[in-house]
């Protein structure tokens, strides 16, 4: 596996992989790479021939006082991660490679509608911040297709718009959350937590199963679900940030004839933000 940093080396490797008749899938990522990360790898060698990965740590997706310094940098453990994952050319470049003329003018991408609420209200900025970043990597790497988390299940709404309403020619796979075995979502962000709250942490994915659970065998007082979660999840030291059940197509709130419906969390367990969510469709079989 190669590592390149800029822009024309990472097109002249790509150009190679295609002249050889080789399709491309792209895995976008911020590094302090985990097992999630390298099952997106893994879906998108069993899809494409030639598989690229970038790690950039974007500023435009950060607010002020969020943890963009603190952001952990692992490029060497990530490169061993992506290797064994069946990567074979990593894209990292550096800030200015990304945003050469600063980031106060580039020119942004904003996505209406799904990127306000949930998350985009917590952090003004943020999804602006990822369909930029986005559609230049895409712009740069060309990929056939791109392989995202569902675990960040706004940002993959955000994407899939992104790539229908600017026409990319680029196929967005959704990869299911990978968990550990009690439950909690991996994340970077769960190396923040001490032990204590690691212990605790498990409890944000047992409130949306009980959610699930109880829509499952009828109940559709939303209200009264979120409220009673909500109350759990501070009892057992959450500072909630939403809790909200929503329509998993539209991510407009959920109502009580619809069957798509998706269950998504963000809370506070002491500075560290944890997201999580549950994808649950009452027609399918599954
Ligand atoms: O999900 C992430 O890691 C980032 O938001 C992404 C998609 C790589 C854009 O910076």
């Not at 002249?12 to 390298?38: C, D, Q, W, Y």
């Not at 600063?102 to 998350?119: A, D, K, Y």
């Not at 959704?174 to 962000?189: F, I, K, M, Q, Y």
């Amino acid at each position: 596996m190669n590592t390149v940093k800029t822009v024309r080396e990472l097109r002249a490797a790509v150009a190679r992989a295609r002249s050889e008749g080789k399709r491309i899938g792209f895995v976008p990522t911020m590094g302090n790479l985990h097992r999630g990360h390298a099952a997106l790898v893994t879906k998108a060698a069993q899809r494409a021939d030639f598989v690229v990965a970038s790690i950039f740590v974007n500023p435009l997706q950060f607010g002020p006082s969020e943890d963009l310094d603190k952001y952990p940098r692992t490029l060497a453990a990530d490169q061993e991660t992506l290797l064994q994952a069946g990567c074979h050319l990593l894209f990292a470049p550096t800030v200015d490679e990304m945003y050469p003329d600063g980031m106060g003018v580039q020119t942004r991408v904003s996505v209406p509608h799904l990127s306000e609420g949930l998350c985009g209200a917590s952090r003004p900025g943020h999804f602006e911040g990822v369909a930029t970043v986005v559609s230049k990597l895409f712009n740069m790497v060309q990929p056939d297709l791109a392989v995202f988390g569902q675990k960040d299940f706004q940002q993959l709404a955000v994407i899939r718009a992104l790539v229908r309403d600017l026409n990319l020619p680029v196929q967005i796979i959704g990869e299911p959350t990978v968990r550990a075995a009690d439950g909690l979502a991996l994340s970077s962000r769960n190396g923040y937590l001490n032990e204590e709250q690691r212990a605790i942490a498990p409890a944000l994915y047992r409130s949306l199963s009980a959610i699930a659970e109880a829509i499952v065998s009828g109940n559709r007082d939303f209200s009264a679900l979120i409220a009673n979660a909500n109350q759990q999840l501070s009892t057992v030291g959450f500072r909630p940030d939403y809790l909200e059940i929503r329509n998993a197509l539209t991510l407009r709130p959920a109502t009580v004839d619809d069957r798509d419906l998706v269950i998504l969390v963000a809370a506070y367990l002491g500075a560290t933000r944890l997201i999580d969510n549950l994808h649950l469709n009452l027609d399918s079989k599954a």
